[in-house]
């Protein structure tokens, strides 16, 4: 009763029932037995299968390298505009367009910490776009660009205490570099999000 019930599915072959049972109490080795079946093997290694399901999925969202990345975009939803961006590869810092002559930014990679987020962006909850029912527009649209002519479209929406990615359009990435799929919605941690939605005042040097 306290066994791992793991289901094998093969083409042309029938299912394989396994319990997974205790570690062996000596060495590394654990306790499975084929559903049905009394006799008890002890196999040479521990096979860990994750508790939840979540734990089997692939929780990367994008891992676009931060040197391909040209300009960001952000639009929130009370129309102030952010628009990050590189003359060339080599600049490694992005500018601000809307900073003004007499404004700093605190430091000089201040904005950095957007285009790194897609660098390695992995969610917290996944569900189909159809299950999660928005019912408010998104609190901010952004739009993503390489300089191999790359572009990346999304959106982030505020449901209840959470935030939930959606991502549309995408021209010119790898399959490993954007893995999310616009017909579902991602949840990000609060500190992502906040991340993500950075104003201009988020980025200025105290004065």
């Keep these: ?27 590394a080795g ?3 037995r084929l559903a049905g079946e009394d006799q008890v093997w002890l196999i040479d290694r521990q096979l860990n ?10 929780r990367r969202i994008s891992d676009i390298p931060y040197t391909d990345i040209q300009r960001i975009e952000l ?25 003004a002559g007499t404004q700093k930014l605190a430091f000089e990679g201040a904005a950095n910490s ?11 909850d996944a569900a189909p776009l159809d299950q999660v029912g928005f019912k408010q527009p998104p609190v901010l649209r952004f739009s993503l660009s ?27 990435f790898k399959v490993e570099e954007v893995s999310a799929r616009p017909d579902w919605a991602y949840r990000l941690d609060v500190e992502q999000a906040q991340r993500l939605m950075k104003k201009l005042r988020d980025l200025l040097a105290k004065s």
């Design 30 to 32: 654990q306790l499975v």
């Design 49 to 58: 299968v994750p508790p939840r399901e979540l734990d089997w999925l692939d």
């Design 1 to 27: 009763e306290q066994a791992v019930r793991l289901k094998l599915q093969f083409d042309g072959h029938p299912d394989l029932g396994l319990r997974l049972g205790k570690a062996a109490q000596q060495g």
């Design 146 to 172: 390489g300089f191999g002519g790359q572009k990346l479209a999304g959106a982030l929406y505020r449901q209840g205490e959470q935030y939930w990615l959606t991502l549309g359009a995408r021209e010119g």
């Design 114 to 124: 957007v285009a790194t987020l897609f660098s390695s962006l992995q969610f917290a």
């Design 75 to 99: 639009r929130h939803a009370d129309g102030e505009v952010l628009t990050l961006n590189r003359a060339d590869a080599k600049q490694y810092n992005f500018a601000v367009e809307q900073l």
